[in-house]
């Protein structure tokens, strides 16, 4: 057997407590195969419903390989799933859409509808943009906010297609905002809404996050240095009970840069302003660079100065489907209590 095909199936076996758990659940979402830290540095195997998911970040694989990553995952799962190659290793993750080892299928191509915690998402193997439509790893947060959004408003920041807010609606929040600026990842946000008709519709706010959430928080919009402000929709003054920050790990517009490196406190002060008295803001930080020991303490000195100081704290990791063997994953997330 190759190594890859042991590293497979060691992956595999250790999942079968959670496999188990996540189908009562109601999940059928989950990484089947974490290289960085099972074996196989850069390449990533997720299930996601009818689908295979493999991706890889540092080399292309073989179709040889790729065959028996399709073999193993159907033999351990008894089912069939239509697989979708994406190789990512080329720069910027972009996806090698002539990779010549793999051409997937027409019906892996077709849309298709996968469930966490028993609502549907929209899943699509190949789409304009780079990442699968559902990330895996804030599975654990998306469960909380299910939990513990009875009759609260909820703010969805950075909210990509919505997994969050989908989730708030189900959990019974009395009111959901989801605010990302780019109109693809939304649109996917009202496809997963229209999936789940028996929640109640969801607010979807098509706006870049700086003047957004400055607005929410009473703070003035201003643009980056030495440029003319862009237009963007206004908002009034207003918190929510439940805030979730989620943002990119950089990325650069018109109104600011978004540096979870360099910058966290000027994503978190505004998102702290607009959290209500005795709310709650659950914030995120995917920079593996960036250790929770490190992020913590400056999360909450920030609080501390924005004058929101935080009552109570509790670190949310990731489920067993992405392990860390130093016991550092890269997402990390606070579950604030203002
Ligand atoms: C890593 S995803 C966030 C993941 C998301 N929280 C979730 O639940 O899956 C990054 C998202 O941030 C959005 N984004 C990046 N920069 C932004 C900005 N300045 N304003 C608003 N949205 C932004 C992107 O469009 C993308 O949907």
Redesign the pocket.
Known sequence: MSSLAQALRAAFDSRRPLLDELQQQGTDCYRLFHGSQEGAAGLTVDRYGPQLMVQSFHQALDAQALQSIHDEATDFLGQPLQLIYNDRSQSNSRIDRSNQAHQPEDVALEDQVAHEWGLRYRVRGRHSGQDPL??LD?RNARGWVKQHSAGKSVLNL????C??GLCAAAGGAADVWN????ER?LAVGRENGELNPSLPPMQFVH????PAIRQLAGLPVSARRGRALPDYPRLVQRQFDLV?L???AW?R?A??T?DLLRDYQSLLKPALLATAEDGVLICCN?LAKVSMDEWRPLVLRCAEKAGRPVREWQALAPAADFPSRDGLPPLKTLILRL
């Open positions: 559902l990330f804030l950075f909210s990509y297609t997994g969050v605010v990302d600026f780019a990842n706006s870049d996050y700086f979730l989620d943002p990119p990325a517009s109104f600011g978004v995917n």
